[in-house]
């Protein structure tokens, strides 16, 4: 296949894409059932031609066609074939046109399901996510085309940056894109319904299951990409409040603050303007950091400046699409129906105080993100606002967000009783409160207030995740009360189960973990740390097919008993000249031994940082619980009924609860 | 129209506004409000040993650069061999001194030694500032900070960001120069 048809297919998608948003937004301006119903089958296509020129640029890749431009800077001929499909998202350009598929497809997906919503409002959505595709078609086929020639192809590629040759992080942008791009479609619902004044709130339900699903994707993606970091990078820690990091955390703190409030727009029709603006925020957040990471703005402002067109257009765009949304916000947004009112002590209010957490926390981020980003821009040099400032403003918010979690999902809508809703909580309370007298009594005079607050806190957490289901089950003691729970209860049980969890390994890790640089010597004396005897055993050259490097053997011994030996690498690729570390880990659940290699001191003595990391791998585990609680709630059944007759139910449950 | 839901927009239209004003103006240097004027008095324990004092005392009698570090902030590990690089052979024979910024974190200092032993320590004397009220007296924002201070003991220049060679070269280097044909006039 030649590269030229693949630009070909963009040029094809691009106008299929207008076409797309045409037909839909002024077919439904136009009540035109035609040029609505054609518009699905144009978003169709522009998926369809979207995959053939992503085919096309994975098969460059595969080929080692070095004739493209984009394939010599990010390939390599001694590259292994998995990573060669990786690195057609390695750089800016591939990634651009991995976020249009992906668009393309949710755009798909929303287009196969739209015969649940109303005709119209159906054709709004895909009309405003064709014009988001219509964007970023633009963008890479003007300013960052992969399929671009050489005029004297090179004999070999400069390689992928060595930093995303492994399993992990070659799925993570994938994963993350899925997430970000997937917060379109809760944007598109909000933009439609703004457009369209929309009275019923109908669509707030249509939209929860896409809502949950990008999150998902979002939750894995952040949580391989901590991981990642904890065994790659060589210094042990699992999050950096590095900008990369803190790019794809907003959006999720906005998602999740979106996830609850779409619940009262659903539940209560309440909070409407509220949710259609955390909508435009979260995919607001989606595209800074897109664009943030990938377009090399973080790496230095001044890449800006020596690709003007790029950053000129990327600006452009995020002011068009944020205050253009912002825009139809500030005049259609008054017009949207308010909600029915709450007391202080009811689950609106428990659902406000996480909304208001989970935004002041994204807020927080986005302030020392953006902060030496503009220091930087302004030419005042750049800073680092370092982890004290993040740990110093997030720490308390997310203490408040366990604090606060058990009683969202037991409290009644509009108004409850805070005793009865002490007594349902009354042995989450005690267990917790037993769990932290032994955690104390475990790890005597390690750790201070604060570790025994936020342990006390996630244990809360934990054991009051189950507090809904169990309480639903208490209220009806028959036989099917158990299948009756429906989906919903279990996902967000779940999460909120994962939520305590990772804090649980979070605080532990930070409290009670044991670091260490040390000097070993091959053969040399054993180094007692941490409860545990490290020595060196011995160092071996090893060589892979684009990198060589060193291996040390390491034995762990505990009471003289061997437990494992670690092999931790230090990796020189040999092409792109980058030394990477690759970690020694022995994992358990309890527990990871954790050691890296540092450099060579002289005297065959070798600088190595040997880590305890209690617990550490809850901090995932947790994560992906989380994300798994989504999945599930996504499913329920009540989003697979006739969405008419599922709102039908609800209009009435609502009134029922009024009465 | 209420102007209450017009606010999300005003937000993001100063954000617009700033980040256009990032891409194509380059206002240059802000100046401290310190440059010129003798350097704000201070008496810090040293990083290695707590008894002994660094103080303003010791940025006097010669030209000297004072630069703001701390293990958490990456731009510090970047700008360090450079650092290593300049207390091997001094331009000039000015020194460096350092001001460990420990941001309420009492495990910096003992992540300070270790860094310092493992990737060399290139400060003449090191203040360690657990609480960060000489950082604000001496309106540091971020880290890493460095400032230039003359014999008389003034604040010459300050320089926000990592050092780079070319930082070095066109910027600080050129400057003690000016300071030491100051001095033999």
Known sequence: ?659 | MSWRFAIPLVVVIALVAAFWRGLFLNPGEVPSPLIGKPVPEFSLPTLHDPALTFSSDNLKGQISLLNVFGTWCPGCHDEHPLLVEWSKSPPYGVPVYGLNWAMHQPSERAAAIKWLQRVGNPYAAIGYDESGAVIMDWGVYGAPETFLIDAQGRVRLKHVGVLTEEVVQNKIVPAIERLRAEEKQ
């Open chain 1, 1 to 659: 296949m030649t590269p030229e048809l693949g630009h070909f297919a963009l040029i094809m998608a691009l106008g299929l894409a207008v076409l797309q948003s045409v037909l839909g937004l002024a077919g439904a301006y136009r009540n035109d059932i035609a040029w609505m119903q054609t518009s699905r089958t144009v978003a169709a296509g522009q998926f369809a031609f979207t995959l053939i020129a992503f085919t096309v640029l994975t098969a460059a890749f595969l080929g080692n066609d070095f004739s493209l431009l984009y394939v010599a800077q990010n390939s390599n001929t001694a590259l292994p074939w998995p990573y060669r499909i990786a690195a057609v998202w390695g750089a800016h350009e591939g990634s651009l046109l991995l976020w249009i598929l992906v668009l393309a497809g949710w755009t798909l997906a929303v287009v196969l399901r739209a015969n649940r919503l109303p005709e119209n409002f159906a054709a709004r959505v895909i009309g405003v996510l064709g014009l988001i595709s219509v964007g970023f078609l633009l963008f890479t086929l003007f300013t960052s085309n992969p399929f671009e020639r050489l005029e004297i192809p090179p004999l070999n590629g400069r390689d992928l940056n060595p930093i995303l040759q492994d399993p992990a992080l070659a799925i993570h942008p994938p994963l993350l894109y899925f997430g970000y791009v997937g917060f379109a479609v809760p944007f598109a619902f909000a933009l439609a319904a703004l457009i369209g004044a929309e009275k019923d709130v109908a669509w707030a339900r249509a939209v929860r299951p896409w809502t949950a699903l990008a999150w998902l994707f979002l939750t894995v993606g952040i949580t391989l990409g901590s991981w990642w970091a904890y065994y790659e990078l060589g210094w042990g820690g699992w999050w950096f409040w590095d900008p990369v990091e803190n790019a794809s955390f907003m959006p999720w703190l906005i998602g999740t603050a979106l996830i609850h409030s779409l619940a009262v727009t659903e539940k209560r029709g309440a909070f409407i303007s509220w949710t259609v603006l955390l909508a435009i925020a979260a995919f607001s957040l989606s595209l800074l950091g897109t664009f943030l990471v990938r377009s090399g703005v973080l790496v230095s402002v001044h890449a800006f400046a020596t690709d003007p067109a790029r950053g000129v257009f990327i600006l452009a765009f995020l002011a068009t699409v944020v205050g253009g949304a912002l825009v139809l916000y500030a005049i259609r947004a008054p017009q949207l129906p308010a909600g029915g009112g709450f007391k202080p002590w009811s689950r609106e209010t428990f659902l406000l105080v996480n909304n208001v957490l989970l935004t002041v926390a994204a807020g927080a981020v986005l302030l020392g993100t953006l902060y030496p980003l503009f220091l930087d821009a302004l030419n005042l040099g750049k800073i680092s606002v370092g982890p004290p400032y993040f740990n110093a403003v997030f720490v308390p918010l997310m203490l408040l967000v366990l604090a606060a979690i058990a009683f969202g999902p037991i409290t009644n809508w509009k108004r409850d009783d805070w005793r009865a809703n002490v007594r349902t909580l009354k042995l989450p309370l005690v267990l917790s409160v037993a769990g932290i007298v032994v955690a104390i009594a475990i790890t005597w005079g390690r750790g201070g207030v604060i570790v025994a607050i936020g342990t006390w806190l996630a244990l809360w957490a934990i054991f009051a995740a189950f507090a809904e289901p169990v309480m639903r089950l208490r209220h009806r003691r028959d036989a099917g009360a158990l299948k009756r729970i429906p989906l919903s209860s279990w996902g967000m049980s779940i999460a909120h189960f994962g939520l305590g969890i990772s804090a649980l390994g979070i605080v532990a890790v930070s409290a009670y973990g044991f670091e260490r640089d040390a000097a070993l010597v091959p053969g040399g004396d054993a180094v007692d740390f941490g409860g545990y005897s490290w020595q060196l055993e011995g160092l071996r050259n090893i060589r892979g097919s684009n990198f060589e490097g060193e291996e040390a053997s390491l034995q762990v011994r505990r009471d003289g008993e061997l437990l494992t030996t670690l092999q931790p690498q230090k990796r020189m690729y040999t092409t792109q000249r980058a030394a990477m570390t690759e970690a020694g880990i022995d994992a358990r659940l309890d527990r990871d031994l954790y050691a890296a290699l540092g450099e060579p001191l002289g005297d065959d003595a070798w600088s190595v940082r040997l880590q305890v990391k209690p617990l550490v791998r809850f901090i995932w585990l947790g994560g992906l619980l989380m994300a798994l609680g989504g999945g599930i709630a996504a499913f329920d059944r009540r989003y697979r009924k006739p969405l008419k007759e599922s709102v039908a139910a609800t209009a009435a449950e609502r009134a029922g609860a009024n009465a």
